[in-house]
């Protein structure tokens, strides 16, 4: 699963130094408009539906697998 995160962000955020450690905060190219793509590819990719909080708590690869596993497991 994480290294599909990291593949679906590096190719949204055109950054390929995206790691498991990216956050917003060390990345500049991780801004509003692309942090909604990132979603969305998210969406597409995992076949899941993400709420506005948990969007809105994507700000890093662990927070973004630990939201998915968790809608997952559901």
Same mark, same amino acid.
């Given at each position: 699963?994480? $290294?599909k995160i990291i593949e679906i962000l590096k190719n949204? *955020?055109?950054d390929d130094s995206v790691n498991e450690n &990216? &956050?917003?905060k060390n990345c500049p190219a991780w801004d509003s408009l692309h942090? *909604?793509?990132v979603a969305v590819e998210l969406e597409d990719a995992f $076949?899941? &539906?993400l709420e506005p909080?948990?969007?809105a708590d994507m700000r890093s690869v662990a927070d973004i697998e630990?939201?998915?596993s968790n809608? *997952?497991?559901k």
């Open positions: 699963m994480k $290294d949204v *955020l055109e &990216t &956050t917003q942090h *909604l793509n $076949d899941v &539906t909080e948990e969007i630990r939201i998915l809608k *997952l497991e």
